[in-house]
């Protein structure tokens, strides 16, 4: 088969580093990739939201399947757009409509879907630039700290958590009326603040059936001891040390199942990944927010601890037979460490040389912002390399991505050191 993958970040690399593995994928292009993918596979300059161009080369390469990495293009309704096209139709694509990709395009359409199907969820209400004093009259009701969500995409970083009254009201003022988000917030949720531990639970669906995919945390914040500004993540687990058996259960069936089920009730075509978000709160799972997408850098562990070939998962999904095959998944731990350009999640500088890749050992190398300049692998994005490795426990695991982080180099180089402090 010949596959495209859409996405340029860390996560499109485990997903092509999987892929590869497959003795059905004949030839991966990505587009736009970055420098790790353009070392095993092909890069095509292509956004991944110009569908029309997205067309043309689907055409001409005979592209039998399409991956889609980010959210953006299932938003703007990829699926759809193949679909509705007679040249298109016939190749599947791996994303939801651009209905179900509301789960994450809108705070208030998931929010609506989770009380509707009665899966746990924290009390909420929305308000837009003509609510707004609504909103912070709601604000008075709660109890600190407020937590402030754009409605709409904002790359990660449109949630606000505030401990201090007047702040919350005024940030609401800020993202409702003068467009803190842009767009993202000219509607505004604002939820009830819970309390708990936070994990990621991912699942592959074909509408109808699921897998669950092994559980992974992420630690979303810059800052050691999580403190800081938000990020897009500086580091994963998986799996998640107290998500027990009992736990699991809760999830699968208190969450998982009926947002599948869900799903088929409101006719809603739903062909890839869920990603939910969960808080645990004395032991009951609830739900934060869904993904439409894997998470980055939550791919980077949990890709490579699936054993099953990916293509053929895939496929399942596609002809709705996800039910047919076996979910196989190494039991080992692994951990992932971002590494970042300085300055980040703020301004940061772009461009710096990488070197130390060649020298990584019982590891693998994700690039998430990176590109080749004169056959040089440079710095491009704010998140540069995602750390892998595996161990019999994740202290282990994360001890081999530390001792191979201290091979690399680039100027202004940061990254945590204290990835899975809360789980010992």
Do not use: W
Not at 260 to 273: A, M, N, P, S, T
């Amino acid at each position: 088969m010949t596959i495209l993958l859409l996405g340029s970040g860390g996560r499109e690399h485990a997903l092509a580093y999987k892929l590869l593995q497959s003795p059905k994928c004949e030839h991966l292009f990505v587009a736009p990739g970055n420098a790790g993918t353009a070392a095993m596979a092909t890069n095509v300059s292509i956004s991944p939201t110009d569908f029309e161009s997205i067309k043309t080369f689907v055409i001409k390469e005979n592209i039998d399947m399409v991956v889609v990495g980010p959210e953006d293009p299932l938003v703007h309704g990829i699926y759809d757009f193949f679909k509705n096209d007679v040249a298109l139709n016939h190749i599947p694509v791996i994303g939801p409509s651009k209905v179900g990709a509301q789960l994450e395009g809108s705070k208030e359409f998931a929010k609506e879907f989770l009380i509707k199907h009665q899966i746990p969820t924290a009390a909420y209400d929305s308000f837009t630039s003509e609510t707004v004093e609504k909103g912070c009259a709601f604000l008075e009701t709660l109890q600190p700290p407020y937590v402030l969500k754009a409605d709409g995409l904002a790359a990660g970083k449109g949630v606000l958590i505030l401990n201090d009254l007047e702040e919350a009201k005024t940030e609401l003022r800020n993202m409702l009326v003068h467009a803190k988000f842009g767009t993202a917030s000219s509607k505004v949720v604002i939820e009830e603040f819970l309390d708990g531990i936070e994990l990621s639970c991912f699942v592959l669906t074909d509408g109808k059936n699921y897998k669950v995919l092994p559980t992974a945390k992420d630690y979303k914040r810059i800052g050691e001891g999580d403190t800081g500004l938000n990020t897009g993540g500086m580091g994963a687990v998986s799996p998640v040390p107290f998500a027990d058996a009992v736990l699991l259960e809760k999830i699968e069936t208190r969450i998982v199942k009926p947002t599948v089920e869900g799903l088929q009730k409101d006719g809603i075509e739903y062909k890839g990944f869920v990603f939910i978000g969960l808080i645990i709160v004395k032991g009951e799972p609830m739900v934060i927010e869904y993904n439409v997408r894997m998470g980055d850098p939550e791919t980077e562990v949990v890709m490579p601890r699936i054993q099953s070939d990916l293509v053929t998962l895939f496929q399942a999904v596609a002809n709705q037979k996800l039910d047919e095959v076996t979910l196989e998944i190494d039991p080992r731990s692994a951990t992932t460490i971002m590494v970042v350009s300085g300055g980040y999640p703020e301004d940061y500088e772009k461009g710096f040389e990488i070197t130390g890749i060649e020298n990584i050992e019982d590891s693998i190398v994700f690039h998430a912002g990176t590109k080749l300049e004169n056959g040089k692998v440079v710095t491009s994005g704010g998140r540069v390399l995602a750390v892998t490795s595996f161990g019999d426990d994740f202290q282990e695991a994360i001890k081999k991505s530390y001792q191979n982080i201290d091979k690399l180099h680039f100027d202004k180089m940061y990254f945590r050191k204290d990835i899975g402090f809360d789980l010992a």
